[in-house]
């Protein structure tokens, strides 16, 4: 009899690939058998999410609630030990769960002498200690499964070196080469667990970014990944087909070619079209043994429509930005108030001011025309190739005083005063509207827990997103408050920009885009980042509009919000942890370990686990139609 489909969980972050498998329905049949993660914070909630799956009991339920509802440090110390010393069996299975401590995949060091261009050694090659660690318990779990069910592997490497920003930072640095850098091969790592542990199906994620990533070669990492992940070296019948997810393959012979694709936006996944609200796209691939019989049909996306973020979060408490560099005895509520109500009188000021908006208009104008010049100078470089580059700016920079320039600065200033002092008219209306509130607790929230009795979704919420509702809201404690709902602290500029920010957006909500650009920022808000003139900061003090799905959430949040302002003004501020964690779809009852930055990176990095959920209920009709797993 198979008693359940074990999981081989890689690179696992805090979990959120895994909570979608381990409780895709009641009774799940996916068991995970191992979680591999190396960063301290995630493997401690990892940690503590596999020892929450193992609770049944009442009493065994209640110390993990207390332990997630301490307030503070002292208090959480004292409600782990208690937790521990009546649940330390389970406990203990948890800890085998996760290896007992952070364990990497790779070598470090062998990395690192290559960066630096030395010489590498035997040693380098050969497995470190957590590599040892985790291979010898691949084995265990691969013969512990032999005639017991199906095996699979789940997870993705470290996407740093494959996303669109994550490459434009690493390349400016000197020297950099992709070939020497580890994240671009972790990959390999994936490939060496699949060799140990022979998995019927695996599924393998990571950024859309990852299908233009390019070796100095020019070669396309993502071709070079998916010809490994067949296993051509191995015997043909234990041969992986590579698959997408979500689009119908239009080759007939699998045995020979694998499924083909017309292009790799094939293996594209849009969470939204899933009913996580988020505009949030990965590249997931899924690899099914050649043997075995292909899947029927692509993921059927989601009945339910992915919710707005206020439909999401607008029944969580109202908290308040923190202040930074004041003292603890003035970051409170009284201060924040004080200066909330300073800032108010200060934009407003500044959105009447007359000289305020000739200067953006000016601003505007100038871009514009420097625009103007960029194209004239690529058009006639394109049609004169003869005359040199520096001939044709010099010319074009002449230009911009002649008569003719001067008649279109004229058009565009009377366009651009229009446009701005109607936008700053209607972002000065909304500001007026937005009156102070009584922030709840300690207005900050907590990093730990707060209490709070009211509802967490409204019955709208539920009627609407049923299943992301019992997703997000089911679980086998009820909580008496909310988790990690904590603001961080800002500076008292970057609250008047945040201010800005919100009350531009809500009076601009029928733009798609209703977000200030910041080339429409008054300058008397503009932060002094360089190139910030150009207009090019597009993701810089950006709001997460009420009537819209949020952009992608990332791990930048560790760094700061200012790509993610809460819209409501009143509360001037990011997003909460929880907050993102939501946009995430990690359920209420999701603790995350770790300071509020270590927390934020958490979120960012993982899949979102109602996603996930959707991928393991479509891996097991895969099985059941193979075979490998029967429903009683």
Same mark, same amino acid.
């Given at each position: 009899?198979?008693?359940?489909?074990?999981?081989?969980?890689?690179?696992?972050?805090?979990?959120?690939?895994?909570?979608?498998?381990?409780?895709?329905?009641?009774?799940?049949?996916?068991?995970?058998?191992?979680?591999?993660?190396?960063?301290?914070?995630?493997?401690?909630?990892?940690?503590?999410?596999?020892?929450?799956?193992?609770?049944?009991?009442?009493?065994?339920?209640?110390?993990?609630?207390?332990?997630?509802?301490?307030?503070?440090?002292?208090?959480?110390?004292?409600?782990?030990?208690?937790?521990?010393?009546?649940?330390?069996?389970?406990?203990?299975?948890?800890?085998?769960?996760?290896?007992?401590?952070?364990?990497?995949?790779?070598?470090?060091?062998?990395?690192?002498?290559?960066?630096?261009?030395?010489?590498?050694?035997?040693?380098?090659?050969?497995?470190?200690?957590?590599?040892?660690?985790?291979?010898?318990?691949?084995?265990?779990?691969?013969?512990?499964?032999?005639?017991?069910?199906?095996?699979?592997?789940?997870?993705?490497?470290?996407?740093?070196?494959?996303?669109?920003?994550?490459?434009?930072?690493?390349?400016?640095?000197?020297?950099?080469?992709?070939? /020497?850098? *580890?994240?671009?091969?972790? =990959?390999?790592?994936?490939?060496? +667990?699949?060799?140990?542990?022979?998995? %019927? $199906? @695996?599924?393998?994620?990571?950024?859309?970014?990852?299908?233009?990533?390019?070796?100095?070669?020019?070669?396309?990492?993502?071709?070079?990944?998916?010809?490994?992940?067949?296993?051509? /070296?191995? *015997?043909?019948?234990?041969? =992986?087909?590579?698959?997408?997810? +979500?689009?119908?393959?239009?080759?007939? %012979? $699998? @045995?020979?070619?694998?499924?083909?694709?017309?292009?790799?936006?094939?293996?594209?996944?849009?969470?939204?079209?899933?009913?996580?609200?988020?505009?949030?796209?990965?590249?997931?691939?899924?690899?099914?043994?050649?043997?075995?019989?292909?899947?029927?049909?692509?993921?059927?996306?989601?009945?339910?429509?992915?919710?707005?973020?206020?439909?999401?979060?607008?029944?969580?408490?109202?908290?308040?930005?923190?202040?930074?560099?004041?003292?603890?005895?003035?970051?409170?509520?009284?201060?924040?108030?004080?200066?909330?109500?300073?800032?108010?009188?200060?934009?407003?000021?500044?959105?009447?001011?007359?000289?305020?908006?000739?200067?953006?208009?000016?601003?505007?104008?100038?871009?514009?025309?420097?625009?103007?010049?960029?194209?004239?100078?690529?058009?006639?470089?394109?049609?004169?190739?003869?005359?040199?580059?520096?001939?044709?700016?010099?010319?074009?920079?002449?230009?911009?005083?002649?008569?003719?320039?001067?008649?279109?600065?004229?058009?565009?200033?009377?366009?651009?005063?229009?446009?701005?002092?109607?936008?700053?008219?209607?972002?000065?209306?909304?500001?007026?509207?937005?009156?102070?509130?009584?922030?709840?607790?300690?207005?900050?929230?907590?990093?730990?827990?707060?209490?709070?009795?009211?509802?967490?979704?409204?019955?709208?919420?539920?009627?609407?997103?049923?299943?992301?509702?019992?997703?997000?809201?089911?679980?086998?404690?009820?909580?008496?408050?909310?988790?990690?709902?904590?603001?961080?602290?800002?500076?008292?500029?970057?609250?008047?920009?945040?201010?800005?920010?919100?009350?531009?957006?809500?009076?601009?909500?029928?733009?798609?885009?209703?977000?200030?650009?910041?080339?429409?920022?008054?300058?008397?808000?503009?932060?002094?980042?360089?190139?910030?003139?150009?207009?090019?900061?597009?993701?810089?003090?950006?709001?997460?509009?009420?009537?819209?799905?949020?952009?992608?959430?990332?791990?930048?949040?560790?760094?700061?919000?200012?790509?993610?302002?809460?819209?409501?003004?009143?509360?001037?501020?990011?997003?909460?942890?929880?907050?993102?964690?939501?946009?995430?779809?990690?359920?209420?009852?999701?603790?995350?370990?770790?300071?509020?930055?270590?927390?934020?990176?958490?979120?960012?990095?993982?899949?979102?686990?109602?996603?996930?959920?959707?991928?393991?209920?479509?891996?097991?009709?895969?099985?059941?139609?193979?075979?490998?797993?029967?429903?009683?």
């Amino acid at each position: 009899m198979i008693k359940a489909i074990k999981i081989i969980d890689l690179f696992a972050g805090p979990g959120g690939l895994g909570e979608g498998f381990s409780n895709c329905k009641e009774n799940s049949p996916f068991e995970i058998g191992m979680s591999v993660e190396f960063e301290e914070n995630a493997h401690k909630t990892l940690t503590l999410r596999a020892f929450y799956r193992k609770l049944t009991t009442e009493s065994e339920l209640r110390d993990y609630k207390d332990y997630v509802q301490s307030r503070n440090l002292t208090e959480k110390s004292k409600n782990h030990k208690i937790m521990l010393s009546n649940n330390n069996e389970k406990w203990d299975e948890a800890n085998r769960e996760t290896l007992g401590s952070p364990h990497a995949l790779g070598n470090a060091n062998r990395w690192k002498k290559i960066k630096e261009g030395l010489q590498l050694t035997e040693e380098d090659y050969a497995p470190t200690q957590q590599e040892a660690s985790i291979f010898q318990r691949i084995k265990e779990i691969k013969d512990e499964q032999a005639g017991n069910g199906p095996l699979i592997v789940i997870g993705g490497p470290p996407c740093q070196a494959y996303s669109v920003n994550g490459r434009n930072r690493i390349q400016a640095e000197k020297g950099y080469k992709p070939e /020497n850098d *580890e994240r671009f091969f972790l =990959y390999q790592e994936y490939l060496k +667990v699949l060799d140990v542990a022979d998995p %019927d $199906l @695996f599924i393998m994620e990571n950024v859309e970014g990852i299908l233009s990533a390019k070796l100095a070669t020019g070669e396309k990492i993502f071709e070079r990944i998916k010809n490994e992940l067949v296993r051509p /070296n191995k *015997e043909s019948e234990e041969q =992986y087909n590579i698959f997408s997810l +979500v689009t119908e393959y239009e080759s007939d %012979d $699998l @045995f020979t070619n694998g499924p083909q694709y017309k292009n790799d936006k094939a293996y594209v996944i849009n969470a939204r079209k899933f009913g996580v609200p988020q505009g949030r796209k990965r590249v997931i691939l899924l690899g099914l043994k050649k043997k075995y019989k292909a899947p029927q049909a692509p993921l059927k996306s989601s009945q339910d429509s992915a919710p707005c973020i206020s439909e999401l979060i607008d029944e969580m408490p109202k908290i308040r930005t923190g202040l930074s560099r004041v003292s603890n005895e003035l970051n409170n509520e009284n201060s924040w108030l004080s200066i909330w109500k300073s800032n108010k009188e200060k934009l407003m000021a500044i959105l009447q001011d007359k000289g305020e908006i000739n200067k953006v208009v000016t601003r505007l104008t100038n871009i514009a025309l420097n625009q103007e010049v960029a194209k004239n100078v690529r058009i006639i470089r394109r049609e004169n190739p003869e005359i040199s580059p520096q001939e044709i700016l010099s010319f074009e920079k002449k230009r911009l005083g002649s008569e003719e320039v001067r008649e279109i600065a004229k058009t565009l200033k009377i366009r651009y005063l229009k446009e701005i002092s109607e936008s700053f008219k209607k972002t000065a209306n909304q500001l007026k509207k937005t009156q102070s509130f009584n922030a709840f607790d300690n207005g900050k929230g907590n990093d730990f827990f707060i209490q709070h009795d009211h509802t967490a979704f409204s019955d709208s919420f539920h009627l609407t997103y049923p299943e992301l509702s019992n997703w997000l809201g089911g679980c086998k404690v009820k909580l008496d408050g909310i988790l990690n709902h904590c603001t961080r602290n800002n500076m008292e500029a970057d609250l008047q920009r945040y201010m800005f920010s919100a009350s531009w957006a809500k009076a601009h909500s029928d733009l798609s885009c209703p977000s200030p650009r910041s080339r429409q920022y008054p300058i008397a808000l503009s932060p002094k980042h360089q190139n910030w003139e150009s207009g090019h900061h597009a993701d810089r003090f950006r709001v997460v509009e009420a009537n819209q799905i949020p952009f992608t959430i990332t791990s930048h949040l560790r760094k700061d919000g200012h790509a993610q302002i809460h819209y409501d003004a009143a509360q001037n501020r990011s997003l909460s942890v929880r907050e993102a964690a939501r946009i995430q779809t990690f359920p209420d009852s999701y603790y995350f370990e770790g300071s509020q930055g270590w927390q934020f990176q958490q979120v960012g990095n993982a899949v979102p686990a109602f996603l996930a959920k959707q991928i393991a209920n479509y891996v097991l009709d895969i099985l059941i139609n193979n075979g490998l797993y029967k429903t009683n």
